[in-house]
């Protein structure tokens, strides 16, 4: 499943870089960051939930914000992309 995942974390409060970095590197665990903190993922179904589940355990559900955006099957039709662009084939080989 292809989903878009961003958020928006309060670095203003208790703890809240910390949040940040931990929020950005599960994302990286798993996808690719598009923009600052926006990232795309392509997984199945069990390893998105896990991945859900970290993140709602890291993030602070009174002052930050996580959405999770699902682009289903033929995701390949539902994006557009203009300017500059890291090249990335979500259905490739991800090394870690």
Same mark, same amino acid.
């Given at each position: 499943m292809?989903?878009?995942i961003?958020? /928006?974390?309060?670095v ?19 996808g690719q ?19 859900? /589940?970290r993140? *709602?355990? *890291?993030? /602070?559900?009174?002052?930050?914000n ?22 990335? /084939?979500?259905e490739? *080989?991800?090394?870690?």
């Amino acid at each position: 499943m292809f989903v878009v995942i961003t958020y /928006d974390v309060n670095v203003e409060s208790e703890g809240g870089k910390q949040r940040l970095r931990r929020v950005a590197k599960a994302c990286v665990d798993y996808g690719q960051r598009v923009q600052n903190s926006v990232f795309e993922v392509n997984l199945d179904y069990g390893k998105f939930i896990l991945l859900k /589940d970290r993140l *709602l355990r *890291l993030i /602070d559900r009174e002052k930050d914000n996580l959405r999770f955006y699902y682009l289903g099957n033929h995701w390949k039709d539902k994006i557009e992309q203009f300017g500059v662009s890291q090249k990335y /084939d979500s259905e490739g *080989l991800l090394l870690f």
